[in-house]
């Protein structure tokens, strides 16, 4: 494999030791090297041509001296219901098997592509985004990138699949309510979702238009760090951990009884109190709320959005996904018309009592409630475990990310930003709080 990670990756070009065409290269070598392999349908499609030409026009830029940032002549994938102009865009799913080539970027795809980067590959999801584990998709299930007979997680399972196997040091997912940094605690690697907005949608096959959002996937939080700050538009200032209030959150599904999960949460506490922070216990009485009504919110949506292609050709979605589409049909529009009131109450109070209240400036938890998962599993008996620490901050709209707890194969910890102007140090963004904690939480060097 020719990729380390992203900040080695891109002193290598800016030094011109690599070149963004010898790195393209490499990088579709070893996307050629998975034909055969239990990997073989990580990649969703490819233009080899096109990357190319991108990395010839990096390489002339970089040699006169128009360094763009630490994302130009990288490589990166990006999951497949995220329009890539010349591509399809399948989802994941025979409903759209013959889905023309996008005729345009998304927004999120434009501003990557301002920021320097080479998009190389269009990767593996679960159907249409719809659920936790990767192991539902038209070619198949996206098996774990160090062991083929587990789950990868999801719905972003190929984009985690690629870096977590060194083949991309940066890939892009979206995340509705885990699909980020579940497969990135399953996988060992960092997943970023940022807070609600701040990431474009446009271009974006929906899952849920209210809870949506796009994501990073990376090597570590440093990495993570550096695309973040990379990406043109978005506010990246990094606050320091001495001085900030971390909740530690406890009680209920909080409580970690996995003595792996709970051991290595207790070293990112006595890490971050040695560091300055203040280290607080918490409770979220919200949270059976908060869990209550994201599946009422995203099964409406999810099922508005596919409802003609559902009801004209249930069989060509993939069972599990049928399954949760046709738990819809009957839903009273009243039903979710309260879920959203309710979820908007939920994030004034709940933002209000933390930020203000409580003057917290992030959480940290476990991402998932296990830490592996075989390849022939119930997708059903998977979902609750996989998701149901990562809903509440995706019905709040506020930043997380998973990065691996140093020393646990297949533990997340999750860091949520609070920060935002409102309450706790307010001079920085929610991003940036969850940023630096998740870099004293895995002792990543910034030097």
Known sequence: MGVTNLRDTAAALTTRKLTATEHVRQVLADLDALDGTPWSNIVAARDDAAALESA???????????????????????????????????????????????????????????AGAIIVAKTHLHEFAYGPTGLVNASGPAAHPHNPALISGGSSSGSAVLVAKGIVPVAVGTDTGCSVRTPAALCGIAGFKPGSGALPLDGVFPLSTTFDHVGLLTTDSLDAALAWGAVPGVAHLRSPVSGLRVGRLRGGIWDLTDPEFDAAADIACRTLTDLGAEVVDVVLPETDDLLGVYPIITGS????????????????????????????????????????????????????????????????????????????????????????????????GVPAISVPAPGATGVGLQIVGLTAGTGGHGSHPAESAALAVALAVEGVSES
């Open 56 to 114: 010839a026009r990096a390489d002339a830029d970089i040699a006169a001296g128009n360094w763009i940032g630490p994302l130009h002549g990288v490589a990166i994938a990006v999951k497949d219901n995220i329009d890539v102009a010349g591509l399809p865009t399948r989802c994941g799913s025979n409903v759209f098997a013959d889905a023309p080539a996008a005729d345009r970027d998304a927004r999120i795809v434009e501003k990557l592509r301002e």
């Open 301 to 396: 949506e999810a099922y508005e959005t596919h409802r003609d292609r559902f009801e004209a050709d249930p069989g060509r979605y993939e069972p599990p996904t049928a399954s949760l589409l046709e738990a819809q049909r009957d839903r009273p529009a009243h039903e979710y018309l309260r879920a959203l009131r309710t979820a908007q109450k939920l994030r004034h109070d709940v933002l209000q009592r933390l930020r203000r209240t409580e003057n917290l400036d992030a959480l940290v938890t476990a991402t998932t409630s296990i830490r592996f998962a075989s390849l022939d599993s119930d997708p059903a008996e998977l979902r609750a475990p996989l998701l149901q620490r990562c809903i509440p901050f995706s019905v709040l």
